[in-house]
């Protein structure tokens, strides 16, 4: 087991409170299935798997064991212009669960690259095809799209951009789909889908010629899981079609199964021009990222280059990493031989029956969900975020791990957890909100 190390300054913690940390850190030493251990010797129930990304359980021995081989036999190789059996594998597999006709897959190592990605692709798109005026991007208010400088231009949360006033000009913002008719709605709502028209009013007012591509999470997932309006991606797909737009879902938290389909495009039945994945393609455990294309898109780009050119100068030293491939391709396996999409689907009902009923307690102002995936927003205190912190710490301290964003604490079984571990979160939750 791990041992608490012998400084704690040197390091420079991201998305952390550094000073109040390391004044009371919280180390985990080991993690095994459904639980983490602190090093205070705690056992901690992970209720948002991790940060969404270890659906299969922590410290899973088929991913170990493949890393372990795939490094010992072939650890690395420069991605440009050389290949493994790896990656191409693993983009089989992804091009099987996708909806059709996505069968393309670009590699990078996290889901701000898959982001960024994205974007450069919807510009190679446009510029392959000799479509120079589209300089816009759409996004939506409350959306995360990761932290690098186009995910950060894209950003629909305030706190992740003002430190960082030189982003991607021509962004335009949609609205964000929380409304507060839809107070306590458990899955998609009835009313707001006529939100989605923010876009045809953009199209109306600069011209569908004039935007490249609109990116939405198909369930805003860390601004604490909102579920689009019934017919609101359906519009905007509508609208994209019309004028020659790229859709594109980030599918960073909703892909693999969390919301009751390998994907969110199969869930709402909306298929985007382009996909971007990460987290939950390796269990957590290396990091890596992914894009997915329409044989469309990827043709386009193919095609409009000469013969033996480079066609899309993008790409990473660590592309398709072989231990990060091989991690993916154990994890896909460990999906589909487990069956735990439809696992994770089946649990689904329990697990927002058991989320909903913490709806009587008066310090919650409102409760999200959709398949394996919930956010219960805490009543603000003082400042904003001020309670949801407070919140997050003591629920570690009575051993549950729930990701916070502000006041929402978001919920993320894993697909292996047990009815146990579900009414062992929701008592952690209530006895945790009676002590604030
Ligand atoms: C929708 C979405 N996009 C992108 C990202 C960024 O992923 P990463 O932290 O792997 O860079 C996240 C992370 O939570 C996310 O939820």
Not at 14 to 38: A, D, I, Y
Not at 200 to 228: H, N, W
Not at 277 to 286: D, E, F, P, V
Not at 317 to 340: F, K, Q, V
Request: proline fraction near 5%; charged fraction near 20%.
């Amino acid at each position: 087991m791990e041992t608490m190390p012998n400084s704690l300054e040197e390091q420079w913690m991201p998305f952390t409170p550094n000073r109040e940390f390391k004044s009371e850190p919280r180390l985990v030493v080991k993690s095994q299935g459904v639980h983490m251990w602190s090093h205070a010797g705690g056992r901690i129930l992970d209720g948002s798997s991790g940060l969404f990304c270890v659906p299969a359980g922590h410290g899973r021995r088929e991913i170990a064991d493949a890393v372990h081989q795939q490094l010992l036999s072939n650890d690395y190789m420069a991605p440009f212009n050389l290949g493994h059996a790896g990656s191409f594998e693993l983009a089989r597999k992804l091009a099987k669960l996708l909806p059709d006709p996505i069968n393309h897959v670009f590699f990078c190592n996290s889901g701000s690259e898959s982001v960024d990605t994205a974007l450069k692709i919807a510009m190679a798109y446009h510029g392959a095809r000799g479509d120079h005026r589209r300089l816009r991007f759409v996004s939506r208010e409350r959306a995360y799209h990761g932290v690098n400088i186009g995910g950060v231009s894209l950003s629909g949360m305030v706190k992740n951009r003002d430190s960082f006033p030189v982003v991607m000009p021509y962004v335009l913002t949609l609205r964000h789909t929380w409304l507060q008719q839809n107070r306590f709605q458990r899955g998609q709502g009835d009313e707001g889908a006529d939100l989605a028209n923010d876009l045809q009013r953009m199209v109306d007012t600069y011209g569908g010629q004039t935007i490249a591509a609109v990116f939405v999470e198909p369930v805003a997932g860390s601004t604490g899981c909102l579920v689009p309006p019934k017919g609101y991606l359906e519009r905007l797909r509508e609208i994209c079609d019309a004028n020659g737009i790229l859709l594109i879902f980030d599918e960073v938290i909703t892909g693999f199964g969390r919301i009751g389909a390998p994907f969110a495009a199969q869930a709402f039945g909306v298929t985007p021009d382009i996909m971007t994945m990460a987290k939950a393609l390796t269990n957590g455990a290396q990091p890596m990222g992914a894009v997915a294309v329409k044989d469309t898109v990827y043709d386009a780009v193919v095609d409009a280059a000469p013969e033996g050119g480079i066609e899309f100068f993008h790409g990473y030293t660590y592309s398709g990493h072989p231990a990060s491939c091989a991690a993916g391709n154990a994890t896909l396996d460990i999906y589909e031989s487990e069956g735990l999409f439809e696992r994770a689907a089946g649990l689904s009902d329990y697990f927002l029956d058991a989320v909903y009923g913490l709806r009587d307690i008066e310090l919650i102002g409102d409760i999200r969900g959709i398949g394996l995936l919930a956010a219960i927003d805490v009543k603000p205190g003082q400042a904003a975020g001020q309670r949801g912190a407070a919140m997050q710490k003591q629920l570690f301290m009575n051993g549950l791990h729930v990701k916070f964003t502000g006041d929402s604490g978001i919920l993320a079984p894993q697909f292996i957890a047990e009815k146990d571990h579900i009414d062992e979160m929701i008592a952690i939750l209530r006895k945790t909100v009676g002590e604030l």
